[in-house]
T-cell receptor, first 117, second 112 residues
C-alpha cells in the first residue's frame, strides 16, 4: 500500500517551453501532496504544499507563477514548470500524505528528472 | 533558523557490520520524525518513524532512537548489506500541516 507514481520519469525540453509533471497516489486518497526539488548531492527542498480543491501554499522564494500546482482530486496533483530555463533543470519529487498506518507519513514518488536545454 | 542536520555526510561500513547514522534537530516542539532511504535516481523510501513520546522503535533490521534531551535522532541498521547502500535522510515534521524539514543526508557505502 501507499504507492505514489509520477509521470514522466524523465523529460528533456527546450528553454521557454512548459512542462507538466503528474503525481498520483495509486492506492489511497491523499489528503495532502507536496512538491520538492532536489539538486545533485543535496537534500530535498520543499517547494509547495498542495491540498485538494484549494490553492497551493508555496515556500518562501518559490515563484507560484513559475511553478503552477493543480490538485484536482484526492489522487492527482500536477506541477507545471512554465517557461522553463536551464536553471530549472533538477529532480522533482512529489509526496502524498494519507496512506499507510500513519496518516502523517509522506510517501514519495519516484521523481521526475527535468533537463532544460 | 530551525533545521535538521546530520553529523556525518558519508559513512563506509563492512558488509555484515552494524551501521549508525546520526541526526541532530533544533525544533524542540517537533513531535514526529521519519527516516528515509534514497537510492540513486529514485525517490525517498520510508524506512521507519517515531513519535516524540517514544525513545526507541524497532523495525526489520532497523532501529530508530530518539533522545529529546539533546535533540538527537539515530538510525541503526543491523547486519548491513550491499543493498543498504544509499543516502539516508532524517526528516522532522513541522507544524500541523504535515510539512517535513529534511536533514542534509548521509551517504552509506557498504563494502563487500
Amino acid at each position: 500500500g501507499a504507492v505514489v507514481s509520477q509521470h514522466p520519469s524523465r523529460v528533456i525540453c527546450k528553454s521557454g517551453t512548459s512542462v507538466k509533471i503528474e503525481c498520483r497516489s495509486l492506492d489511497f486518497q491523499a489528503t495532502t501532496m507536496f512538491w520538492y526539488r532536489q539538486f545533485p548531492k543535496q537534500s530535498l527542498m520543499l517547494m509547495a504544499t498542495s491540498n485538494e480543491g484549494s490553492k497551493a501554499t508555496y515556500e518562501q522564494g518559490v515563484e507560484k507563477d513559475k511553478f503552477l500546482i493543480n490538485h484536482a482530486s484526492l489522487t492527482l496533483s500536477t506541477l507545471t514548470v512554465t517557461s522553463a530555463h536551464p536553471e530549472d533543470s533538477s529532480f522533482y519529487i512529489c509526496s502524498a500524505m494519507g496512506g499507510g498506518e500513519n496518516q502523517e507519513t509522506q510517501y514519495f514518488g519516484p521523481g521526475t528528472r527535468l533537463l532544460v536545454l | 533558523g530551525e533545521s535538521v542536520g546530520l553529523h556525518l555526510p558519508t559513512l563506509s561500513v563492512q558488509e555484515g557490520d552494524n551501521s549508525i547514522i546520526n541526526c541532530a534537530y533544533s525544533n524542540s516542539a517537533s513531535d514526529y520524525f521519519i527516516w528515509y532511504k534514497q537510492e540513486s535516481g529514485k525517490g525517498p523510501q520510508f524506512i521507519i518513524d517515531i513519535r516524540s513520546n517514544m525513545d526507541k522503535r524497532q523495525g526489520q533490521r532497523v532501529t530508530v532512537l530518539l533522545n529529546k534531551t539533546v535533540k538527537h535522532l539515530s538510525l541503526q541498521i543491523a547486519a548491513t548489506q550491499p543493498g543498504d547502500s544509499a543516502v539516508y535522510f532524517c526528516a522532522e515534521k513541522v507544524g500541523q500541516g504535515g510539512k517535513l524539514i529534511f536533514g542534509q543526508g548521509t551517504e552509506l557505502s557498504v563494502k563487500p
